[in-house]
C-alpha cells in the first residue's frame, strides 16, 4: 500500500490531472505531494476535487498568488500542521490524525523571486523546517534542488541540519532525467529524508515529467530502488496533430464502446492512445 507520493510534475498540474487521478486511483495514498503545481490564486479550482481527497495549498497561494506546491491528503488520515514563518516557503507539513507522524513536502526553486537572494530564500526555508517536531516520526518529502553526490551550494548545510535533527537521509541516486540536444542531464535532487529507520521506498521515470515519482510505502516488499524501465525519449518536433486527432477520431467511436463495462472501455481507450502515440511521435535516437 502507498503511504506518501512525491513528485515534481513539472509544466504545471492542470496539464497532468488525468495521470495525477489515475495514480490515487490505482494507489490510494494518503498523501500526494505535487511540486510545481503552480496553481494561481485567480483560477477555478474546483475541477481538482477528488472524492475522499481534500487539497492543501502551500501558503504562497495568498503571499505570492500561486501555490508552487500541493498536497492531496485522503480525509481523516493527516490533517496540516501550521509553521510558524512559513508564508513565503513551498513547504507543507502534515500530521496524523494520532499526533504521533508528520509527513511534509518541500519544494525549493531553482529560480528565486524578484529581489530575493538565494541565500535568504534558503535560509527562509529552513526555519520552516526546522519548526517541526522532530521527537515524533517524521518524513520528509522534497525536491531541494541540491545535489548531495557533487559539491552543491548549501549540501553541507542541509547535512548538518539532518545530522543535529537525528535524521538519516536515504539514498535515492539520479532522481531527474532530462535530454537537452543529444546529451542527457541527470541529477540526485529529490530526497527522502526521515527519522524512521523501517521506511520503505522506491522510485519511479514515469516519462511525464523530468523527475522520478519518490513513494513511501507500507509493504515490506517495496520495489527496487532503481526501477528496471529502459528510459524512452520521444521527439515531437514532427509530431502531427491534425493526423493524430483523426487517427484518434477513427478509433474512438461511440458505437465500439457499447455493452462495455467502464474497466473495458479503460482499457481500450489507453491501448488507442498508446497505439497512436507510437505511429505519431518517434522516439529520439
Given amino acids: 500500500m502507498t503511504d506518501v507520493i512525491f513528485w515534481n510534475i513539472a509544466s504545471g498540474l492542470i496539464n497532468k490531472w488525468d ?12 498523501v500526494f505531494f505535487i511540486a510545481e503545481a503552480d496553481l494561481k490564486i485567480n483560477k477555478d479550482l474546483s475541477c481538482f476535487k477528488l472524492d475522499d481527497y481534500d487539497i492543501i495549498l502551500s501558503e504562497t497561494y495568498l503571499s505570492k498568488g500561486k501555490a508552487r506546491l500541493i498536497a492531496l491528503v485522503k480525509r481523516n488520515t493527516y490533517r496540516e500542521l501550521k509553521l510558524t514563518n512559513n508564508k513565503e516557503n513551498e513547504l507543507i507539513a502534515l500530521i496524523s490524525m494520532d499526533k504521533k507522524r508528520v509527513v511534509a513536502g518541500v519544494y525549493r526553486p ?66 531527474r ?45 517495496a520495489l527496487p530502488i532503481d526501477s528496471k524501465k529502459v528510459i524512452e525519449f520521444l521527439d515531437w518536433r514532427k509530431y502531427d496533430r491534425s493526423k493524430a486527432i483523426e487517427s484518434l477520431s477513427q478509433n474512438c467511436m461511440p458505437s465500439m464502446f457499447s455493452n462495455q463495462s467502464s474497466e473495458e472501455i479503460d482499457y481500450r481507450i489507453r491501448a488507442i492512445v498508446k497505439d497512436t502515440f507510437n505511429r505519431f511521435v518517434k522516439s529520439k535516437k
Fill in 19 to 30: 495521470i495525477v487521478c489515475d495514480i490515487i486511483r490505482k494507489e490510494s495514498p494518503k
Fill in 110 to 175: 531553482f529560480k528565486t523571486d524578484n529581489g530575493e537572494t538565494e541565500r535568504g530564500n534558503f535560509e527562509r526555508l529552513m526555519t520552516g523546517l526546522s519548526g517541526i517536531d522532530y521527537r515524533k516520526k517524521v518524513i520528509v518529502l522534497g525536491d531541494l534542488n541540491i545535489d548531495f553526490t557533487k559539491k552543491s551550494r548549501f549540501s553541507d548545510e542541509v547535512l548538518e541540519f539532518v545530522d543535529n535533527k537525528g535524521l538519516e537521509l536515504k539514498e535515492l541516486g539520479i532522481t
Fill in 177 to 221: 532525467i532530462r535530454k537537452v540536444r543529444e546529451t542527457v542531464q541527470s541529477s540526485a535532487i529529490d530526497h527522502i529524508v526521515t527519522n524512521i529507520s523501517e521506511i520503505k521506498y522506491h522510485k519511479e521515470f514515469i516519462g511525464l515529467s523530468d523527475h522520478c515519482l519518490i513513494r513511501v510505502v507500507k509493504k515490506t516488499n
